[in-house]
């Protein structure tokens, strides 16, 4: 029975192995004509972590949270359309039909901004949990023991104004007997993604040494 455990334990690391050089190949995006446009690169988080200036924290569990963001930044959308509706009121031109077009794409800019505003500060449960059993993503309801983890990365996209973070699991699941990749967007978080990915590997490395 032990000699049959040692061999399956074997090919699932021999698996594991693999799959991770099959990861390295998929996250080489080649170059092309667009590259000055949009440029997309993927680090491993070991690779991350292991990079100057080290970070030396230590902790048993590590948490992830939305920013909290200031209202104040909102006051200037509802003043400008309280103005612009006062004067209507005033002109006596308040006509749904005339109105409408000119007020739809602000009024739903606004109240799409106004409801993530309100996500992200009522928010107070963490989006990722990290400890020494495993990685938790509350938003993509996923949960994953570090037995089970091949590899994760972080993918940066850089536009010409903005930047844009996610980080890539690549894991086996169970149920289905296959491995998997997910990824979660990282920006508008409280922590950034070096320490992330600091905390992957420092909890994953105790994980193996308390084996």
């Known amino acids: 029975m032990w000699i049959s455990y040692t061999i399956m334990n074997n090919n699932f690391k021999i698996l594991f192995q693999q799959e991770k050089?099959?990861?390295?190949?998929k996250l080489c995006p080649p170059?092309?004509?667009?590259t000055?446009?949009?440029?997309t690169t993927y680090q491993s988080t070991l690779d991350i972590a292991n990079t100057p200036p080290y970070i030396t924290e230590q902790f048993e569990e590590f948490k992830t949270y939305y920013t909290k963001?200031?209202?104040?930044?909102?006051?200037?959308?509802?003043?400008?359309?309280?103005?612009?509706?006062?004067?209507?009121?005033?002109?006596?031109?308040?006509?749904?039909q005339s109105v409408a077009p000119f007020f739809a794409l602000?009024?739903?800019?606004?109240?799409?901004?106004?409801?993530?505003f309100l996500r992200m500060n009522l928010d107070r449960k963490p989006t990722i949990t990290i400890d020494k059993k495993g990685l938790e993503v509350r938003k993509l309801n996923l949960y994953i023991t570090w037995d089970n983890l091949v590899d994760t990365y972080i993918k940066t996209t850089s536009r010409r104004n903005s930047n844009s973070e996610d980080?890539?699991?690549?894991?086996?699941?169970?149920?289905?007997?296959?491995?998997?990749?997910k990824e979660v967007s990282l920006n508008n978080l409280q922590q950034k993604s070096d320490l992330i990915a600091y905390a992957i590997e420092l909890l994953k490395m105790k994980f193996d040494e308390a084996k």
Do not use: R
């Open 21 to 25: 050089e099959i990861l390295k190949e």
């Open 31 to 34: 170059k092309n004509f667009w």
């Open 36 to 39: 000055f446009l949009k440029t």
């Open 69 to 96: 963001y200031s209202f104040l930044w909102f006051i200037p959308f509802i003043g400008w359309f309280s103005y612009e509706l006062i004067n209507l009121f005033k002109e006596k031109k308040f006509i749904i």
């Open 106 to 116: 602000p009024l739903i800019f606004c109240l799409i901004a106004f409801v993530q």
């Open 167 to 181: 980080l890539i699991i690549c894991y086996y699941d169970e149920p289905s007997k296959s491995f998997k990749q």
